[in-house]
């Protein structure tokens, strides 16, 4: 069959249904400042789906730098991949501050969160190797194990007592291999916003040998007294080998980084294809980093004002009647009974009528007949917005009850 064709015939899971959703329940434009307020199809609404957690994607000094930074040095510089052409000052400067704000010794930046850990699990091992890892893992970590040459061995979500089992399983391939074993976990997991057993974890250290990588894309900077993320908050950061963090969450940027020993982070320097082969982050990114990670370490109250709507969301929620599930972090799933189309028709309710714009997933992220109705806090919102974001699903979830979204189709808007 032709390629094209076949194409044609299989749209794919969620672009079997672009026709029908295509700029409102998926690719809908958000206009205007970044906030709690945005623009959407010419009206104000209550945004629930950014991952701006600590507000700092408007912040003036934010905005000031960022300005400052594009005037004075363009989108341009560095030219070339770090190895090559593209380093300076500046990158160094971040991973320093980086490396000491994790607790470790140095730290690499990724010019991309998600093909940065692509590369970076594929960097680490070799086909003698062995990796362990989470099966609600990132779509990042998944397609940096499929890269991977030699055995991988999967436990359910969080389940220890597994973990163990495919250690142990790993633990007899590498004694015939002499390689080694990787074990990838998240630290938030980003759809159930519960936290990776990281403890649980650190402890197997005393009877296997491996290395920790936690992707805690949605831990840094909530997580922990400080903000250094769900080691610090778990008490085991000096357990995690390997520790990766994005700047597109808490940082409202674009980026990431590994923090990990020096050995380590210079053989991810020389050795990492995504780094390597690539040009580095420009200098605006790196210096907008440097003034965000100021701000994250100095402002306390930020984080403080996250987590003020976290627990006034949440709480709310769950006295309301409603299953947010194990979430142990800012991430608010809201899970709720139902097919798409009466997904889509109460996801259309929410923004058309009570002005509220969250995300939704549904099948095939979820199984069927499961809706999540994802809301992500940040430190902007007020206790006002959670009150008012709470009647209203109240109140859509009588109608959801009652049969009154009930529909096979999509919503048409
Ligand atoms: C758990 C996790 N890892 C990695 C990434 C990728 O990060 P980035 O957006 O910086 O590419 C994300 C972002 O969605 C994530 O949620």
Request: aromatic share 10%.
């Amino acid at each position: 069959m032709d390629l094209f064709e076949k194409i044609l015939k299989n749209r794919g899971p969620i672009g079997q249904h672009a026709k029908d959703s295509h700029g409102y329940f998926t690719f809908p434009k958000l206009e205007g400042d970044i906030g709690t307020r945005m623009i959407f199809r010419g009206k104000e609404r209550l945004i629930w789906s950014l991952n701006n957690y600590l507000g700092l994607a408007n912040h003036p000094e934010v905005r000031k730098v960022d300005g400052e930074a594009s005037a004075k040095y363009g989108l341009g510089l560095p030219m070339g991949a770090r190895m090559m052409s593209g380093n300076s000052n500046q990158h160094e400067q971040l991973e320093n501050e980086l490396a000491a704000f994790e607790n470790k010794e140095d730290a690499i930046l990724l010019n991309y969160g998600y093909q940065g850990m692509v590369s970076a699990i594929d960097c680490l091992v070799d086909r003698h190797d062995v990796i362990v890892y989470d099966s609600e893992s990132h779509a990042c970590i998944i397609d940096g194990v499929r890269l991977h040459m030699g055995k991988r061995f999967v436990y359910p979500h969080n389940d220890i007592a597994n973990c163990e089992k495919q250690l142990e399983r790993a633990t007899r391939i590498i004694e015939e291999t002499g390689g080694s074993i990787l074990l990838i976990t998240e630290g938030v997991f980003g759809m159930s916003g519960d936290q990776g057993k990281l403890k649980e974890i650190v402890a197997l250290k005393e009877r296997f040998t491996f290395r920790l990588f936690v992707d805690d894309a949605h831990g840094f900077g909530t997580m922990g007294k400080t903000g250094a993320g769900t080691g610090e908050e778990q008490n085991v950061q000096d357990g995690i080998d390997i520790y990766f963090g994005t700047f597109a969450k808490s940082m409202a940027l674009i980026g990431g980084f590994i923090a990990s020993t020096e050995n380590v982070v210079e053989y991810l320097r020389y050795n990492m294809r995504s780094q390597i082969f690539a040009k580095s982050l420009p200098m605006p990114l790196v210096i907008g980093a440097l003034k965000r990670l100021e701000l994250l370490r100095t402002q306390p109250e930020l984080k403080n004002n996250l987590w003020k709507i976290v627990n006034a969301l949440q709480s709310g929620l769950k006295n309301a009647g409603f299953d947010i599930g194990k979430t142990q972090s800012p991430v608010t799933p809201v899970y709720l009974n139902g097919t798409i189309g009466e997904a889509t028709n109460l996801i259309y309710d929410l923004r058309e009528n009570y002005d509220i714009f969250c995300s939704m997933v549904v099948y095939p992220v979820v199984p069927k007949g499961i809706i999540i109705l994802r809301l992500i806090p940040t430190a902007s919102h007020t206790v006002e917005d959670v009150n008012y974001t709470i009647e209203a699903f109240r109140k859509s979830y009588v109608k959801l009850k009652a049969g009154e979204y009930a529909s096979e189709k999509i919503a048409t808007f």
